[in-house]
């Protein structure tokens, strides 16, 4: 795949969590594929991805499942 950023070849894609809000409004986003190249550094998100999110956040109550999660405040 070719970066964005740099224009070489070689990025690659992960899947990474993102966290939305905060308290009840918190929404824990999972496996979001992030373009990351090793040769410049650069992590992104494409256009469609960041689309899909918007999408997913704004019709949250059809998507999400309720879970508990642990909090721990950095101190």
């Known amino acids: 795949m070719i970066c964005d950023?740099?224009?070489q070849e070689g990025?690659?894609?992960r899947h990474v969590t993102r966290s939305y809000g905060h308290g009840d409004d918190l929404?824990?986003?999972e496996n979001i594929p992030l373009v990351s190249c090793p040769h410049c550094g650069e992590s992104y998100?494409?256009?469609e991805t960041?689309?899909?999110?918007?999408r997913i956040k704004l019709h949250r109550q059809s998507f999400a499942t309720k879970r508990q999660v642990s909090v721990v405040e950095f101190v």
């Open 5 to 7: 950023i740099c224009g």
């Open 11 to 13: 990025a690659q894609i």
């Open 27 to 29: 929404l824990v986003i």
């Open 45 to 47: 998100f494409t256009a």
């Open 50 to 54: 960041l689309h899909e999110i918007e």
